[in-house]
């Protein structure tokens, strides 16, 4: 089974306010709720898939309630524990008469150590060698900095997989438990190891760099409209991007994610599994928000992915 963890989830609550104007009366034309957060997005994509996971994390109040019955209705499975407070709605003002996009993201709920450990123990208690882990995604008030390096180190004890996508300090605190798999941006990746990355040969060194001095198997360096790189221990692959209309990348590294976990359960080779996360990324760059891609688009997609060994 493939469970994703979502630490720090929130509703996505996105408006359409034609000309949105500070210090004055906007009214929304459109308006829509998501459940979001990293590791959501990552289950929410499986499904998309044809495949099955288990969503877990921390959820709190009435909007923690309405992202579970959400999930639910979309026919995924979750096991969330529920904190004291709310879980946090973040706004997106969306204006296309000025083409632009604004945050307004809540500070959402403070979590105890008592019940991440909670949690964290229920998950260990069902994990074994045949399953995968997706850590994702920023971490709540209340979580040590530390928390991914307990989780990684917890749950590779089991012999289960772990999948990490957090960036700065809470991704250099997973690594040093050696996760099986990262998925970096060359942004992240080249924060990690301070200096700038760009062509595939360099982000291949950082890569092969950290697989050496963590233990990590596998790396891959997701790069935007430019593609990929998949790094293991005895290949390289550089996937370029598809050509696709955009409609928005928010959350494109999640469904790579969501492709890759995928892939390791299914047993794919090297090859589809790039086909397939390169797919997944693209199509679901042409939704707009973190709505995810139909199949039919992902599998139309998967014969026009181009790869070079490096
Ligand atoms: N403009 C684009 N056109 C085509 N494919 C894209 C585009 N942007 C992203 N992708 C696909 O999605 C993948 C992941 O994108 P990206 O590197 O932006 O992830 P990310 O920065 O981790 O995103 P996020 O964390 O917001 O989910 C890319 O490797 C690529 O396959
Ligand atoms: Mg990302």
């Known amino acids: 089974m493939i469970y994703t963890v979502t630490l720090n989830p929130a509703l996505d609550k996105t408006v359409e306010i034609l ?34 996971s288990i969503a877990t994390g921390i959820l709190g109040g009435a909007t923690g309630r309405a992202i579970q019955s959400a999930l639910e209705n979309m026919g995924l499975e979750s096991s969330f524990h529920f ?3 709310e879980t946090r709605t973040n706004l997106k003002v969306v204006d296309p008469a000025c083409h632009t996009n604004t945050d307004i993201n809540e500070p959402g709920l403070t979590v105890s150590e008592d019940l991440l450990n909670n949690l964290l123990n229920e998950l260990l208690a069902k994990l074994g060698g045949e399953d995968i882990v997706v850590l994702s995604g920023s971490l709540p008030k209340g979580a040590p900095k530390n928390t991914y390096y307990t989780w990684v180190k917890a749950c590779r004890e089991t012999k289960a997989k772990v999948i990490l996508d957090a960036d700065g300090e809470l991704l250099k605190a997973g690594l040093e438990a050696g996760p099986y798999l990262i998925k970096p941006n060359n942004h992240e990746l080249s924060g990690l190891l301070g200096e700038k990355l760009e062509t595939p040969k ?9 697989m050496d001095q963590y233990g990590i198997a596998k790396i891959v360096v997701s790069m935007g409209g430019e593609g990929a790189l998949y790094v293991t221990g005895d290949a390289t692959v550089y ?16 469904s790579v994610v969501a492709a890759l976990a995928v892939a390791e359960e299914a047993g794919m080779s090297l090859e589809e599994a790039v086909r397939l996360s390169t797919a997944t990324g693209a199509a679901n760059v ?3 928000g973190t709505q995810a891609a139909e199949y039919e688009v992902i599998e139309g997609l998967i014969p026009k992915v181009v790869f070079h060994n490096l």
């Open 83 to 85: 904190a004291e407070g």
């Open 19 to 52: 000309s949105f104007t500070v210090d004055s009366v906007n009214r929304i034309t459109q308006m829509r709720t998501d459940p979001g957060g990293k590791g959501i997005n990552v289950s929410k994509v499986i499904g998309k898939l044809g495949s099955k």
């Open 239 to 254: 996937a370029e991007g598809l050509k696709v209309p955009v409609g928005s990348t928010v959350g494109a590294g999640d």
């Open 202 to 210: 360099e982000l291949e060194r950082a890569a092969r760099s950290l």
């Open 286 to 288: 042409m939704c707009s």
